[in-house]
């Protein structure tokens, strides 16, 4: 296995622009403009690929036939209507399907890169576009790039594929497409569906028949910071991986979890999103051999969290973490002044946050994040022989 980091990037992945809409490609843009700068794309053994698009074969894997030609339609039809598209949150937009199937052929790249051993691990922080479902767009998100790599990687082979999602929205078209497929771990960590779109991600929604187990979910309580955060992650995913043992690492890495994010209610800082992802690269090391295939996904405070929250999941991934009292280049901020003048730009690469945080425990008197931690892990740890009560499990 090659020991290189394959970033798959073009500008042409910018074309997945809604217009005016919280999703906007501004903040890749951004990332990759800070990580150039920050010198972390020229680091040895990290190459620079460009995406091709995902062909019909693939992305019908996972999506529906007529969906797939009422994408290619709508751009042309002004009466169109159905699928989830035309709507506020899915507006139809000029080459549609062109767009989200190079957003998807970029992840697909980066998975078979890692697969097929020509890198240890691969960014498409384009992607992560994780609420699509098989006939239907939904939360920004056309086609699910997340779920078409995995299902590449199942027919390439693959046999156990774990996918934690660490975005702010349940990843829920990515559970869909695997709820009754074994060979699939979805885990992902979110603020509580009675709060946050799309409504779903129960501690009791476990995987369906034949599946018991494979979906995983940590709805965690509005204002989560850091601290609390963390302790979810640390008492549920590294347990139930070490139990599923992946043969293959994927992450959607949403920095919509900052408190600075407009669109939902958590509060954690880009320091202690940094934390999840040296702890994700921990566990890829671990238990994958390394294998490892990051994506971008939610965030919508565009210049102030998101390039730097994605470029230290790049720093993460191709090398040594970047130092998070590091100075923002100058010529990053006049690009982002440029870009959005209305925006406070930051200054340094950190929120200098404390990332310290209790481990979880069964005993005292629990507050919400602890009730939250103790719901998932009675719902899912013994369909995975754990003790849902040992703090060691």
Not at 119 to 127: P, Q, T, Y
Not at 350 to 358: G, I, L, R, V
Request: glycine share 10%.
């Amino acid at each position: 296995m090659s020991d290189d980091t394959v970033v798959v990037w073009d500008e042409s992945l910018l074309a997945y622009d809604l217009g005016d809409h919280p999703l906007d490609p501004v903040r890749v843009e951004l990332t990759v403009a800070l990580a150039r700068e920050l010198g972390v794309l020229d680091r040895p053994g990290v190459r620079v690929v460009a995406p091709t698009p995902a062909d019909d074969a693939a992305l019908a894997r996972v999506h529906r036939s007529d969906y797939l030609d009422a994408v290619r339609a709508a751009p042309s039809d002004p009466l169109f209507s159905g699928y989830g598209l035309g709507t506020p949150d899915n507006p139809i937009f000029d080459r549609m399907h062109e767009s989200s199937a190079l957003v998807a052929g970029a992840s697909l790249a980066a998975a078979e890169a890692v697969w097929r051993g020509e890198a240890r691990r691969a960014v498409n922080v384009a992607g992560g576009l994780h609420h699509a479902m098989p006939s239907r767009a939904a939360g920004f998100c056309v086609y699910n790039d997340p779920a078409v790599a995995i299902a590449r990687l199942l027919d390439l082979g693959a046999e156990r594929v774990a996918y934690v999602d660490v975005d702010v929205h349940h990843g829920d078209g990515v559970q869909e497409v695997f709820y009754t497929d074994p060979r699939v771990l979805t885990i992902s960590l979110h603020e509580t569906p009675l709060a946050l779109f799309p409504g779903t991600g129960f501690s009791d929604e476990t995987g369906g028949p034949g599946a018991e187990g494979s979906a995983v979910n940590l709805p965690l309580p509005p204002g989560t910071g850091d601290a609390g955060w963390l302790r979810g992650f640390h008492a549920t995913v590294p347990a139930l991986l070490r139990a599923f043992r992946p043969q293959i690492l994927l992450t959607q890495c949403g920095a919509d979890s900052h408190r600075l994010d407009p669109l939902a209610d958590l509060r954690l800082s880009v320091d202690g999103q940094r934390a999840s992802y040296l702890a994700l690269r921990t566990l890829a090391d671990e238990l994958c051999e390394g294998r490892w295939v990051a994506t971008g996904g939610g965030g919508y405070a565009l210049v102030e969290v998101v390039p730097r929250a994605w470029t230290h999941l790049l720093a993460v991934a191709t090398g040594d973490p970047i130092d998070p009292a590091t100075l923002t280049p100058p010529g990053w901020r006049a690009l982002a002044t440029a870009r959005r003048p209305e925006r406070e730009v930051p200054l340094r690469m950190t929120d200098e946050a404390d990332c310290s945080y209790e481990p979880w425990q069964p005993t005292g008197e629990p507050d919400a994040v602890d009730r939250a931690i103790m719901a998932t892990r009675k719902a899912v740890f013994p369909l995975h022989g754990l003790d849902p009560q040992d703090p060691g499990s």
